[in-house]
Antibody
């Protein structure tokens, strides 16, 4: 059973870069699947940020592409998210998730981590 | 980008009654080469991540009660709960994964009447 767990700071200052890590257990990232990030502003809907294949290919939402980087660390069985130039509009619960393919529905999700952007 | 629109935004149904949530995509999410609709339904309860209920428009995930069913094709879809239970109170989202960026509906809040 694939399990995912997000970690990172709960508070980020405006204009700073957010760095989050997703630790995967129960499955080796290098074996396959797609690994991604989705966010949800408080009381609002879900927004796909981007995904990473097990081979390292990345796919980003065009609305965020200029500010987002997703990387994989197979030695630690982790993948990460960086979002630069954070603003209050980026305040959200950030989920990491996995899917069997880029064009399939994420079936395993982390619990999510709330990131607040405030000075 | 494909825009997903759900209706209604909120819904109150009596216990044991049927609940239906609709989802419309701005373009077809049906892929004729494999005869599949790239459409999923999720259930989200407060403080929890979304839970995948149905993918490919009508395939229930393992462990999902059979009172949940998905239907539709092309641009118009529905999630039906045949007999509402108290534990079904949640926000429900549809999602298309036909193209990137994948996109979600705005959510439908389901409550007990």
């Amino acid at each position: 059973q694939v399990q995912l767990q997000e970690s990172g700071p709960g508070l980020v200052k405006p204009s700073e870069t957010l760095s989050l890590t997703c630790t995967v257990s129960g499955y080796s990232i290098s074996s396959g699947y797609y690994w991604g990030w989705i966010r949800q502003p408080p009381g609002k809907g879900l927004e796909w940020i981007g995904s990473l294949s097990h081979s390292g290919s990345t796919y980003y939402n065009p609305s965020l592409k200029s500010r987002v980087t997703i990387l994989v660390d197979t030695s630690k069985n982790q993948f990460s998210l960086k979002v630069s130039s954070m603003t209050a509009a980026d305040t959200a619960v950030y989920f990491c998730a996995s899917a069997t393919d880029l064009y399939s529905s994420p079936s395993h999700w982390g619990q999510g981590t709330l990131v607040t952007v405030s000075s | 980008d494909i825009v997903m629109t759900q209706s209604p935004d909120s819904l109150a149904v009596s216990l044991g009654e049927r609940a239906t949530i609709n989802c419309k995509s701005s373009q077809s999410v049906f892929y004729s080469s494999n005869n599949k609709n790239y459409l999923a339904w999720y259930q989200q309860k407060p403080g929890q991540p979304p839970k995948l209920l149905i993918d490919w428009a009508s395939t229930r995930e393992s462990g999902v009660p059979d009172r949940f069913s998905g239907s539709g094709s092309g641009t118009d879809f529905a999630l039906t709960i045949s007999s509402l239970q108290a534990e079904d109170v949640a926000v429900y989202y549809c999602q298309q994964y036909y193209t990137t960026p994948c996109s979600f509906g705005q959510g439908t809040k389901l409550e007990i009447k």
